[in-house]
Each structure stands twice: as C-alpha cells, then as structure tokens.
C-alpha cells in the first residue's frame, strides 16, 4: 500500500492565512474593495479572490484618485505610514497587516525616537521593508549581505546609537553573520532578532520529510520564491517534483514508490493542496 504523507507544516502562513481569510469575509459584506499589492504570491489564491470581486492595484496614487475604489485591503507585509495617512483620508481601511511585521514596524518607530541609527537586513525594494523604513525617520540602511553592510560601514562610525533588525522572512544565516560582526566591531549595538520561524519550520519539517520519502511533491505557484526554495531545498534528499495542477504529475512513472512526500510554500492556499492530494490519492 502506498503511503502519502503531507508536511505537518506547509501551506499559508498564519500572517497570509489571515489576510487571505479576512479579505474573503469583507466581501461578503462590502462592494469596491480594492487589495493595495498582490495578498499573495499564488495565481490560485487570487483567483479566489477576483472571484469575489476584490480587485488589486499596486498604485496608490490610482486607488485614492479611483471613485470606484471605497475599500483599501493593506496586506500582511503592511505599508509606510504615510501611505497609510494618504488612504484614511479618503478611503475606508482594512489593516491586515500581519502581527508579527506590526511588530517589527513599531520596534522601528521606536528606535527611530530613541534616535537609533538602524540597520537593516533585507531586499530594499520588497514590500515588507518598505514599509518598515517608513518607521525608521530617515535614520537607516538596507543591506542584503554582510559584505554589504562591510562596506557601508563608514556611515556607521559617528553613529552614537545603532540597532539591528530584519525584513521577517531574511536569510537566518545572513542575520546571524551581521549581528557577529556588530558584536564585535560595535558591542553596544541593541541587536533584535526580528526573523519569523514560519518559513524556516515549514522548510525544516520539508526537508525532514524529503529524507523519509521516495518522491517529494512541492505544490505552489511558479512565481514564488518561498515555494522555489522548498523545491530546491528537497530536490537536495530525494526525487522532488513541482505542481501547480494535477497535470504537472502526469509523466511520472510512479513505479516502485512507496512514500510521496507533500509539502507546499506559505503563499499555496488548502484548495490547491487538496486538489493534489486527490489526484495522488486515485494514482495506481
Ligand atoms: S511569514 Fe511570518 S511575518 Fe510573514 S506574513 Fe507569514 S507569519 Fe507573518
């Protein structure tokens, strides 16, 4: 009998799953609502969304001059807050920012009164870190690398105060290089330690599971990141195999497997997964 096991952690994160969630009920009680940026990274998902008649724009500039725009869904990486004034002043706002980014954002509003010079970990054009340095008052850099930071560190030497954070889902190795480096050639840095376990439990329990199995199964969209690194990630153990649909499995030749492994990146919605799962479920 073959056996199908499914990551015990894998699909949306708590983050998107509650956006994804909470979009979904505003629409069951309001009209003209519009999403500022892609909720999530999966064709699938925001299927479902366009479905209930929920739109999405990337331009803030477009929403506020649009009359048929009344509603404003910010999504879980959160926005600058002075984009976040902008749309108040017009439109009704639904913060679905999430918890965990919340965090980070007030951590950095913090430190910016406290006039910190703060340092950054992340990618300076991802949603999530802009919004974030709309907190920090000017007072920052984004690096993406230590050697990044290295050779920034000029800017660093008449900096009385400097603290450390990171974009939630950075590199935990890039963070832990970084904050070596502080500790030693600037101890009194206040170093936070602001990553997000989601991905790395859900890249842990994969590879975990990739070690048990005979054929990995990652299900998301083409386009996400987090879904390529799961991929990636579990092609290291066994055979992987990426799925959108059931008919990205067609060619296998499901001879001699015993176990198939399923996992799925934190931007893959449960319908997508259970669909897969049927599909594997009725293979001979
Ligand atoms: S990865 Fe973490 S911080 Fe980002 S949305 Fe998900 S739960 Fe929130």
């Not at 009164?113 to 949603?127: A, Q, T």
């Not at 050697?147 to 920034?152: G, I, M, Q, V, Y």
Request: negative net charge; glycine residues 4%.
């Amino acid at each position: 009998m073959r056996q199908i096991i499914l990551s015990d952690k894998c699909g949306f994160c708590m983050g998107v799953k509650n956006a994804f969630n909470k979009s979904l009920e505003c629409s069951t009680k309001m009209q003209h609502i519009c999403c500022y940026g892609e909720i999530v990274h999966n064709k699938f998902a925001l299927q479902q969304l366009t479905d209930r008649n929920i739109t999405v724009e990337n331009d803030i500039n477009r929403i506020i001059a649009s009359p048929d725009i009344e509603n404003v869904i910010i999504r879980a990486h959160g926005i600058p807050p002075n984009e976040e004034q902008r749309l108040h002043q017009t439109k009704n706002v639904i913060d679905l920012t999430c918890p965990n980014v919340k965090k980070v954002q007030n951590l950095a509003q913090n430190l910016a009164e406290r006039d910190f010079f703060i340092i950054i970990l992340g990618k300076v054009n991802h949603p999530e870190i802009k919004g974030i340095c709309g907190y920090c008052e000017g007072h920052y850099i984004v690096v993406r690398s230590l050697s990044e930071l290295e050779a920034n560190s000029a800017m660093l030497h008449n900096c009385e105060r400097l603290a450390f954070i990171s974009q939630t889902t950075a590199n935990y190795k890039d963070f832990d290089s970084i904050a070596g480096y502080l500790a030693t050639h600037y101890p009194n840095t206040e170093i936070h330690r602001t990553l997000c376990h989601a991905p790395i439990a859900i890249q842990n329990a994969s590879t975990e599971l990739a070690k048990r199995v005979d054929i990995m199964i990652i299900i998301g969209d083409r386009q996400s990141a987090n879904t390529a690194t799961l991929y990636n990630l579990c092609c290291e153990h066994c055979r992987t195999f990426f799925a959108e649909t059931p008919a990205d499995l067609s060619g296998i030749d499901w001879t001699g497997v015993e176990r198939i492994g399923i996992s799925a990146g934190s931007s893959t919605p449960e319908s997508q997964i259970m669909r897969i799962r049927e599909y594997l479920d009725n293979i001979q």
